[in-house]
């Protein structure tokens, strides 16, 4: 399911039979072969355009072309050395202690309250950690542009110690990480063998980017020994991996196949729907884990999701779509489905999980929008969930059930009285 910043959420479940055996298949000409060949070549070229449209590697990414900025990035430069070498070892430091010149540490808060905006804004709104200290900058010879690529990655949580943000801690992350958009243009434009750098220890990093670089003939490749703060972000990268990857997955998806333009996969998906229309789902209490009060537009959502189907829903704010996610998570996982609820922004997030709290399941909700970088909350909460569930007791609901039945039956007569 996925909820965009247009207010528009898509929700899909692709039953695992939904389609016809291979045999079955065929085009126009009545060859299944051919078929299947048209079909895979729809798939291949929606992957590539898909990948195409997600990789970032112009002018505008910072982690390819990082410039030093009037505001916004920090050179460490003019920091002193004592204190940024034990703010490197220690991961912890106060900005003016690490800037003992006047007028060095007048311009770096002027700067930090400007990068400490940016990095609360994304985290915030689209819940990435944006805040890093970057070691080295690579540079190589290209046509127009001047790349500058951060090497080493070290991600920074910046607090305000007064409300006035005249000062800041600075807290890094324990562990380094290679920059992987700059991995990713080494191998995709230079063919370089940069697979294993990211697994590499920093101290070496540098020493087999060269090589690496070297070997691929990289014009003008060398690494400048700089240290800056700044905001970078790659949260697209990760997606054109996976989609990289999963030519197999996506191959046997009819839903990816009708997308991708391949019209007997829409025949099916459309026959699919139409069935689903004629074959409603029962409304006995027992089927009916709806947690949440729902229209008969958003029942209609949900019961189409129940059944197979796949669909968009499209609707402006206030139409109870965070409502309607919740309800449909809390129907499939009765059901003994996982769910991934995905959103461009964190708020979207907060909505539904909020609702799901606000009924006693936000235990069953595993949040790792933070990815990795929170592993000990998220492995926390797992143990957590796994916990309540030996915990939890069979509940009894037959009372509740009989009221429900009753209540069902009263408001159905009194429409059919009104009407």
Avoid: C
Avoid at 5 to 29: F, H, I, K, V, Y
Avoid at 90 to 112: H, K, W, Y
Avoid at 192 to 199: N, R
Avoid at 222 to 240: C, H, N, S, W
Wanted: no cysteine.
């Amino acid at each position: 399911m996925d909820e965009q910043a247009d207010d528009r959420e898509q929700t899909g479940s692709t039953p695992g039979a939904a389609g016809p055996d291979d045999d079955d298949r065929t085009d126009d000409s009545g060859d299944p072969e051919q078929a299947d060949n048209l079909r895979a070549s729809l798939i291949e070229s929606a992957q590539a355009r898909w990948v195409a449209a997600l990789t970032d590697l112009g002018g505008r990414n910072t982690l390819l072309y990082y410039k030093d900025r009037r505001s916004g990035t920090l050179d460490l430069a003019a920091a002193d050395p004592e204190a940024l070498d034990r703010f490197l070892r220690t991961g912890s430091v106060r900005l003016t202690r690490l800037m003992r010149d006047v007028d060095a540490r007048a311009d770096a808060i002027r700067r930090m309250q400007v990068i400490h905006r940016k990095a609360r804004e994304l985290l915030e709104e689209r819940g990435i950690r944006a805040g890093y200290v970057a070691t080295g900058i690579a540079r190589w010879d290209e046509l127009f542009l001047e790349p500058a690529a951060p090497v080493l990655l070290r991600g920074l949580t910046i607090t305000p110690t007064r409300a006035r943000h005249d000062d800041f801690d600075l807290a890094l992350d324990d562990d380094y990480e290679v920059n992987p958009v700059l991995l990713h243009k080494l191998a995709s434009v230079f063919g370089a063998a940069t697979e294993a750098l990211a697994d590499e220890p920093p101290d070496k990093i540098h020493e087999m980017l060269y090589v690496a670089a070297q070997a691929a003939e990289v014009p003008g490749f060398e690494i400048l020994d700089r240290q800056v703060i700044g905001t970078f972000t790659y949260a697209k990268l990760p997606m054109v991996r996976d989609l990289q990857a999963a030519g197999e997955l996506l191959a046997d998806s009819d839903v990816v196949a009708a997308i991708a333009g391949d019209g007997q996969a829409q025949e099916l998906l459309g026959a699919d729907e139409a069935a689903g229309r004629d074959d409603p789902l029962p409304d006995s209490p027992e089927d009916d884990y709806s947690v949440l009060d729902a229209d008969s537009s958003q029942r209609s959502a949900i019961d189409a999701v129940l059944s197979g189907r796949s669909l968009v829903i499209h609707g402006p704010p206030g139409t109870g779509k965070s409502q309607t996610i919740a309800n449909l998570i809390a129907a499939l996982v009765a059901r003994g489905r996982k769910v991934m609820f995905v959103a461009e922004k964190r708020a979207a997030i907060d909505a539904v999980l909020s609702r799901l709290k606000g009924v006693n399941l936000g235990d069953m909700v595993l949040d790792i929008h933070d990815g990795t970088r929170d592993r000990l909350r998220i492995a926390r909460d797992l143990g957590d969930a796994l916990e309540q569930a030996q915990r939890t007791t069979e509940p009894d609901i037959d009372d509740l059930h009989r009221r429900l039945i009753d209540r069902q039956r009263r408001l159905s007569q009194h429409v059919a009285a009104l009407n």
